[in-house]
């Protein structure tokens, strides 16, 4: 048998063997009714043979007249179940039980009393599984107890700035003046079903957005498009799905408004550009936008504005914010590249890269990333040169990024800082650490390895990258586990062919890999990131495997022990691999729209958001996949 008929089903087997042939209904009667003794008793006299022909007219015309009793039931379980084998159950019952007649009924299970059944069910139950999931619903509690204590310290202390401050307990501006923490946390609220926190956001929102939008100074187009405009548009989907995430909040057409009308002053950072690559800042109230000061935008940036332009094009059915965002890939499609590979510059006059700098963490790191999901998001438009971009990227990061560290092999993603007749650098940001889940998803777009393998859809190339995946997302996971703290550096250099140092390790004398990472003295801060257990929230969905929930668990509780201010809110740190750790009086967004967030949906059901029907943008709100069914709310 050829390879291509696997896996098996039910129209592959043919039923040749005897016992499992029809019988026709000559041989039913006969064999029912005309037996040797039959013959010889009954068609001894005539009225035998009389009512014997009567019997036999009677029951045909049982038969032919007469529909299955649990026809209704059987068509109806094959209609929900829709498979091949309930269409021929339909076939076959058909509104007359002629070929019913002669089977024999499948043998029902006895009815039990309500008592039989709680014994039975209580002899087939797995208390192991049992209490595995009520051992995460617990973790995945404490998670949610994370966010009410940062919000209440954010809410105590700084309602309506970007971000906290714990220690000094008062807010800042750093991004704008938009509120973003406001509006990063607020899907994460409707997703843990924080109902008075999400109506509390909302309805500052609701308040004071629209002024600022309006009379705000200047701001950067891509923290905004991720954070604030990903926020809304979240934030209306998620209220739309269910209404009650925000009973005392605002309808959820304000979110919507409000990342239109921001959209609006933000567009002018592309109509401004005399190329496609547009300019990186914009002054809202003048709406006006310019070059950063040396003239060049970020590649990542530039780049990662495509999910949230294309879904408020899709909702508001105004095709300019698509339009303007899509011409940057479609640009940067035409531009020289390094086997797929980036400098993390561009210039928006001249529209070309600048340097040879090339890298997957800092202003490189979602440009790979949005090739796959913004493909994942329109495939229904054909976007296809995205995904060969995403081949070809992948394939140059394994053949000139991918190193091993000594002395132990861990499988590490390095950087070329003067392009690649420049030498290999062994540095790898922690924002590299996106790469793990964004290669699994690009592997089995979202579904389960295992249902992925069943059907066939995985080529090599795409269970290379899986493993790659994991291979990497233990280096991460190692890049906590190797310090005292139990928390990342921001950058960690790893011991490999011609690069060591010694005396800079992470400070956890028991760890396996202890030799293998390096960290610089200016590298050792941590700023609460989430990338690392993005990856393992994705690598748990597709893989299954509950590894990833256990270190999932061992990040927490790192950062509850040591980032957690008691007076409310969570602050980065200054270093990672000294006891106790200093501090740096800074809550980041992200830790409540993206860290907390990845962790929560990595302990809990795999149907909540599922990332069949969801892209994350890189700032972790989710946007549904639009496809020809995708309805606009």
């Known amino acids: 048998m050829s390879s291509k008929t696997l896996p098996y089903s039910i129209k592959d087997i043919q039923y040749d063997n005897a016992k499992f042939r029809r019988r026709s209904l000559f041989q039913v009667i006969s064999q029912t009714f005309l037996t040797n003794k039959m013959k010889r008793e009954c068609m001894s006299c005539s009225t035998g043979k009389f009512l014997a022909v009567l019997m036999i007219f009677g029951l045909t015309y049982l038969v032919i007249t007469h529909a299955s009793p649990i026809h209704s039931v059987t068509s109806g379980v094959a209609r929900a179940i829709g498979s091949k084998q309930g269409d021929n159950s339909i076939m076959d019952g058909g509104g007359i039980g002629v070929k019913r007649f002669w089977r024999k009924p499948p043998r029902l299970p006895p009815h039990l009393s309500p008592d039989e059944m709680n014994i039975s069910n209580k002899s087939t139950h797995n208390p192991a599984k049992s209490n595995l999931d009520s051992e995460w619903v617990a973790k995945q509690e404490s998670v949610k107890k994370a966010f009410i204590h940062a919000w209440s310290g954010y809410k105590k202390y700084a309602m309506g700035y970007d971000e906290l401050m714990p220690l000094s307990q008062k807010g800042i501006d750093g991004l704008g003046g938009l509120g973003a923490t406001v509006v990063d946390a607020l899907d994460t609220a409707m997703i843990m079903r924080l109902d008075d926190v999400a109506s509390e956001a909302g309805s500052w929102i609701e308040k004071n957005l629209p002024e600022r939008i309006c009379n705000k100074g200047q701001v950067n187009l891509f923290e905004t498009t991720i954070r604030v405009v990903g926020g809304l548009l979240s934030a209306y989907h998620l209220s739309e799905m269910n209404p009650n995430s925000t009973k005392n909040g605002p309808k959820p057409s304000v979110y919507l408004e409000n990342a239109k009308n921001l959209a609006d002053v933000l567009l002018t950072a592309f109509t401004s550009s005399p190329t496609a690559i547009p300019f990186s800042d914009v002054v809202l109230q003048d709406h006006k936008a310019h070059p950063a000061p040396d003239g060049l935008s970020s590649t990542s940036e530039a780049s990662t504005l495509q999910l949230e332009f294309n879904y408020l094009s899709f909702l508001t059915g105004d095709p300019k914010y698509s339009v303007e965002s899509m011409k940057v890939l479609e640009h940067m499609k035409t531009l020289p590249k390094v086997e797929g590979l980036v400098p993390i510059y561009i210039s928006p006059s001249s529209g070309e890269f600048s340097g040879n700098n090339i890298r997957l963490g800092s202003r490189g790191d979602s440009y790979y990333e949005y090739l796959i999901k913004v493909w994942l998001q329109q495939r229904q ?92 997302a233990k280096t991460c996971y190692e890049m906590y586990s190797v310090t005292s703290t139990g928390l990342a550096p921001e950058i960690a250099y790893f011991n490999s062919e011609g690069y060591s140092e010694e005396n800079l390790d992470g400070g956890n004398k028991s760890s396996e890999y202890i030799h293998d990472i390096v960290i610089k003295h200016a590298d050792r801060h941590n700023l609460l990131r989430p990338e690392t257990v993005e990856s393992l929230f994705v690598l748990y969905r597709i893989t299954e495997d509950s590894k990833y929930r256990e270190w999932g668990w061992s990040i927490f509780e790192a950062f509850e022990k040591y980032t957690k201010v008691e007076s409310g809110g969570y602050t980065s740190l200054d270093d990672v691999t000294m006891l106790p750790p200093r501090r740096r009086d800074k809550m980041e967004t992200f830790f409540l729209g993206e860290t907390l967030k990845y962790l929560y949906l990595l302990f809990g059901e795999s149907n909540v958001i599922p990332l069949t029907q969801f892209v994350f943008n890189t700032e972790a709100h989710p946007i549904p996949i639009i496809t020809t069914t995708t309805k606009k709310e």
């Open 381 to 472: 438009n054909n976007w296809s040169y995205l995904h060969e971009m995403y081949e070809e990227a992948m394939k140059g990061v394994k053949h000139l990024l991918v190193k091993k560290s000594k002395p132990n092999g861990l499988v590490f993603v390095g950087e070329l800082p003067g392009g690649v007749e420049g030498g290999f650098s062994p540095k790898m940001d922690h924002l590299v650490c996106f790469l793990p889940g964004t290669l699994a998803l690009g592997a089995t777009k979202g579904i389960t390895k295992a249902k992925a393998m069943e059907e066939n859809l995985l080529t090599f190339e795409d269970l290379e990258n899986l493993k790659l995946a994991e291979d990497l």
